[in-house]
């Protein structure tokens, strides 16, 4: 088999667009189970999602295919005082992850999102630093940090 035969069966990233979802169950848990560092299980994003889901602060967008068929999810909110967004959460299915060049199908939207939204910018926490510094993020001046109380350390 050739290398244009096999690129032919390989998922194409331009073919997903991102569509405001209303219905966050659409998500499959194995989009959600894939996120590394989340501190909530997809039940409880589901259930969050559907508390919030006329938020004006609250964006959850899923990647479609032409079909509609969803493939990843980015789930952003934004702070009511200085409009900026946060990234929360983001994943999309593994055959679509092509070396990192998802990124390069998200910066755009985020791009378009935060001139939607008026956001001065765009925060994203990540526990893979160097890779979003390869795609043109820099590191922010605040420092994200994390209270343990000793009772909970255990």
Not at 39 to 47: I, S
């Given at each position: 088999?050739?290398?244009?035969?096999?690129?032919?069966?390989?998922?194409?990233?331009?073919?997903?667009?991102?569509?405001?979802?209303?219905?966050?169950?659409?998500?499959?848990?194995?989009?959600?189970?894939?996120?590394?560092?989340?501190?909530?299980?997809?039940?409880?994003?589901?259930?969050?999602?559907?508390?919030?889901?006329?938020?004006?602060?609250?964006?959850?967008?899923?990647?479609?295919?032409?079909?509609?068929?969803?493939?990843?999810?980015?789930?952003?909110?934004?702070?009511?005082?200085?409009?900026?967004?946060?990234?929360?959460?983001?994943?999309?299915?593994?055959?679509?992850?092509?070396?990192?060049?998802?990124?390069?199908?998200?910066?755009?939207?985020?791009?378009?999102?935060?001139?939607?939204?008026k956001?001065?910018r765009?925060?994203?926490?990540?526990?893979?630093?160097?890779?979003?510094?390869?795609?043109?993020?820099?590191?922010?001046?605040?420092?994200?940090?994390?209270?343990?109380?000793?009772?909970?350390?255990a």
């Amino acid at each position: 088999m050739t290398n244009a035969s096999n690129t032919a069966l390989e998922p194409v990233l331009d073919d997903l667009s991102f569509t405001r979802l209303k219905i966050p169950r659409l998500i499959k848990y194995e989009l959600l189970e894939a996120v590394k560092g989340v501190t909530f299980t997809p039940e409880q994003f589901y259930k969050y999602q559907e508390i919030n889901i006329d938020n004006p602060s609250e964006h959850l967008y899923a990647m479609t295919d032409t079909a509609m068929k969803i493939h990843g999810f980015l789930w952003a909110e934004q702070n009511a005082l200085d409009r900026s967004l946060f990234i929360n959460t983001f994943s999309i299915s593994k055959a679509y992850w092509g070396k990192g060049k998802a990124i390069d199908k998200v910066i755009p939207f985020l791009d378009d999102l935060r001139k939607k939204t008026k956001a001065p910018r765009v925060f994203w926490c990540s526990t893979n630093k160097r890779f979003f510094l390869k795609h043109g993020f820099k590191e922010s001046k605040i420092c994200l940090m994390e209270y343990v109380s000793p009772e909970t350390a255990a």
